[in-house]
């Protein structure tokens, strides 16, 4: 699994790799304004974050088209933590879904591990049945795949995070080639599910889209954080009022300021300048993942970066969205930024992937097809030079 000789060290991303690190030493800086300069609520994000870059060393050595055949391990694991959290999971009275696990003192968020593996185990599924994809009885199939996690996640409940796995399953769906036939089924099928959510949704998450839909109610209630985020975005203006000087953030009246509004304290404090540095690192990162999916001839990487850069794009896009009025207000934290250790450990665990993809030296989907491709794909839907391809190498 560990094959240093199956990788390119010259084709090492390193744009990627130092936009990866500045952004995590700017969210850490960030970070430590949030929690009013006490360095010692910092230290477990700055333990995840050294943690997070040594393995990303790690995920650098190892050989992917090795780790790609115990996806289905990876998968059944990660269905595992999701069963244990709906068992063992707390949060439920002060989050409002039971999404943590505790052991001891130790607690972590299973659903953000499952990302990761889903992502991967879905890349692996896809590139496997990549010839069959538009057929509905192998598309029923990738689908439930999908489902099975997404569903147990809904089940803590846990709306938002659900939410960014159907964005990024939709993303790898699209990219694997899914016929506009399909898409525009699952368009409409989607909308009119989404209008009946909406419609019969109660509580503090109703309120949340009410707020969005009018955003001078309930100013002083269930519209106060987001309220209060946007005036401290206001208040930084170009320069911001300066580091640890920011009003709205320093003196607590921006609420979750540590994690989902941490953008809030962000832009008082360092304003617009420091703000676009941030979407720039963003953006650098995104536009880095998208050119390695896009050049890469190996369905299963381009499939699996696709997904990890949809995954930090929903993230980035929620959260910012949300500080600034553009979207509800949902529990998705920023990546790199954000407080929490499990977080931050998946964002880096993913450049990870993405970085020792990079350096993959790999078959090429026109190369070689191995027995279990040939197994599952349908030599007449192929071109010519295919078939002549399959019929030599199984008859070898």
């Not at 040594?54 to 992917?64: E, G, R, S």
């Not at 299973?110 to 496997?128: C, H, M, N, Q, W």
């Not at 896009?317 to 949902?330: A, D, H, Q, S």
């Not at 599952?376 to 078939?387: E, H, T």
Request: glycine residues 10%; hydrophobic residues 50%; proline residues 3%.
């Amino acid at each position: 699994m560990f094959n240093i000789k199956k990788k390119n060290l010259k084709e090492l991303d390193l744009i990627l790799l130092f936009a990866t690190l500045i952004l995590s030493i700017y969210g850490l800086v960030i970070l430590y304004s949030a929690y009013g300069g006490d360095f010692e609520a910092i230290k477990t994000q700055i333990g995840a974050t050294i943690l997070g870059f040594l393995l990303i060393a790690v995920l650098c050595t190892i050989d992917l088209e090795v780790l790609k055949r115990f996806y289905r391990w990876i998968y059944g694991i990660g269905l595992g933590l999701l069963i244990i959290t709906l068992i063992f999971g707390r949060g439920l009275d002060e989050w409002g879904a039971k999404s943590w696990v505790y052991i001891g003192s130790f607690s972590f968020q299973p659903s953000e591990f499952v990302k990761v593996g889903l992502i991967f185990a879905f890349a692996a599924y896809l590139d496997r049945y990549k010839y069959e994809i538009n057929e509905p009885k192998r598309l029923i199939q990738a689908l439930v795949f999908v489902a099975v996690p997404v569903v147990l996640i809904l089940l803590q409940p846990d709306f938002g995070t659900a939410m960014v796995y159907l964005f990024f399953i939709a993303a790898m769906l699209f990219v694997a080639g899914l016929s506009w036939k399909w898409i525009l089924f699952f368009a409409v099928g989607g909308l009119t599910v989404g209008y009946l959510v909406l419609t019969n949704l109660s509580g503090y998450r109703a309120d949340r889209i009410e707020n969005f839909l009018n955003p001078t109610r309930d100013t002083s209630g269930s519209n106060w954080q987001q309220q209060q985020g946007m005036i401290a975005i206001g208040s930084g203006m170009l320069n911001g009022r300066g580091y640890l000087n920011g009003t709205q953030s320093q003196y607590g009246y921006v609420p979750e300021k540590e994690t989902d509004f941490i953008f809030s304290v962000l832009a008082e404090e360092l304003g617009f300048i420091g703000a676009v540095f941030l979407v720039l690192l963003f953006t650098i990162i995104i536009l880095r993942l998208a050119r390695l999916a896009k050049k890469s001839n190996n369905t299963f990487i381009s499939l699996m970066v696709t997904g990890i850069a949809a995954m930090l794009f929903i993230h980035i896009f929620e959260n910012i969205g949300m500080t600034i009025g553009l979207m509800p207000v949902t529990g998705i934290p920023l990546p790199f930024l954000s407080a929490g250790g499990t977080f931050q450990l998946i964002c880096l665990s993913m450049v990870g992937l993405a970085l020792s993809a990079s350096m993959q030296k790999s078959y090429k989907d026109d190369d070689v097809l191995d027995y279990e491709t040939i197994k599952v794909i349908d030599p007449n839907k192929l071109r010519a030079s295919k078939k002549r391809e399959i019929k030599n190498t199984a008859t070898n």
